[in-house]
């Protein structure tokens, strides 16, 4: 029989609301006013003036961005590693979790336990370095995507998932003729779907704030990622702010910046407001499975 609602539960239930609704206020303001700070004048800004809705309406600062090639150029390379180096890092990620997770593999432990070192220590800047410039990767895509490939710690989640799933699958699979090729392809990835998304946003994540790699190992521009011509575009707006000599052209250079500052910021965090939404739904559950239960 259900418990019939008191006015102390309405009044709980009303509280919690009301702090949900205040709390997603918070973390949702500094996201639109971003948005309205890009199409407001720089001037209102700093007055204070823009709070809830732009002020002064303008556009100029995605007319400008749309002036820099090279921008684009940095925004389509920065998708391609996106989708192609987390595709490339499930390929490689996702096989040797389900190896991993099987108990019958011959020297498990011992293999984990290696991944788990990787994990903590490397081999260094400078060795690395030198290794890659040895096999001719540097200034190349394969430098970036070939030895992040394999995450250890994405490809722990994937091997708690699963090992979460029922030993009698397996079985079944076997029974009827299946390969462990098989029972990976057929129902370990596709029971493991929430693992598997959320694995490809956190690597797209990464590979989108990805700028430390791509300063050491790319010098062609065109293989550079937005991060890093964001950072380019900056330094040339602040050399020409200090290269102007008359006060109208330093108030100008500096609305310009202003501008271009919000405006690429909105152009940055575009791909995953539009990604997140798709992969959301498996967060939760993705992130959870294989936790410790006690």
């Given at each position: 029989m259900r418990r019939r609602r008191t006015v102390s539960d309405k009044f709980t239930d009303a509280v919690l609301i009301v702090l949900l609704i205040l709390l997603s206020a918070v973390f949702l303001y500094p996201i639109w006013f971003v948005v309205i700070a890009s199409i407001s004048d720089p001037a209102a800004i700093a007055e204070g003036k823009v709070l809830l809705l732009p002020k002064s309406l303008t556009f100029d600062g995605y007319e400008m961005l749309l002036e820099y090639g090279s921008l684009w150029r940095g925004y389509a390379n920065s998708l391609f590693y996106l989708f192609f180096g987390s595709f490339l890092s499930l390929v490689f990620t996702l096989p040797t979790a389900y190896a991993l997770s099987r108990k019958e593999l011959k020297g498990r432990k011992f293999l984990n336990t290696l991944?788990?070192?990787?994990?903590?220590?490397?081999?260094?800047?400078?060795?690395?370095?030198?290794?890659?410039?040895?096999?001719?990767?540097?200034?190349?895509?394969?430098?970036?995507?070939?030895?992040?490939?394999?995450?250890?710690?994405?490809?722990?989640?994937?091997?708690?998932?699963?090992?979460?799933?029922?030993?009698?699958?397996?079985?079944?699979?076997?029974?009827?003729?299946?390969?462990?090729?098989?029972?990976?392809?057929?129902?370990?990835?596709?029971?493991?779907?929430?693992?598997?998304?959320?694995?490809?946003?956190?690597?797209?994540?990464?590979?989108?704030?990805?700028?430390?790699?791509?300063?050491?190992?790319?010098?062609?521009?065109?293989?550079?990622?937005?991060?890093?011509?964001?950072?380019?575009?900056?330094?040339?707006?602040?050399?020409?702010?200090?290269?102007?000599?008359?006060?109208?052209?330093?108030?100008?250079?500096?609305?310009?910046?202003?501008l271009m500052k919000y405006c690429v910021v909105v152009i940055a965090a575009l791909p995953f407001v539009i990604l997140y939404p798709f992969i959301q739904k498996y967060f939760n559950k993705g992130v959870m499975i294989g936790a410790v239960k006690g």
């Open positions: 991944f788990i070192i990787s994990m903590y220590f490397s081999g260094g800047l400078i060795p690395t370095y030198l290794l890659h410039s040895t096999i001719g990767w540097i200034n190349t895509i394969w430098v970036l995507l070939i030895p992040a490939a394999l995450n250890v710690y994405h490809m722990i989640l994937a091997r708690s998932a699963f090992e979460a799933m029922p030993e009698s699958l397996y079985e079944s699979v076997c029974l009827d003729g299946g390969t462990h090729f098989r029972y990976f392809i057929q129902f370990a990835v596709p029971l493991c779907k929430a693992t598997v998304a959320v694995l490809f946003l956190f690597s797209a994540l990464t590979w989108w704030n990805e700028y430390i790699r791509f300063v050491i190992y790319i010098q062609n521009p065109d293989l550079q990622s937005l991060q890093v011509i964001i950072r380019q575009i900056t330094n040339e707006l602040t050399a020409s702010l200090s290269e102007t000599a008359s006060a109208g052209a330093t108030i100008e250079a500096q609305r310009q910046m202003e």
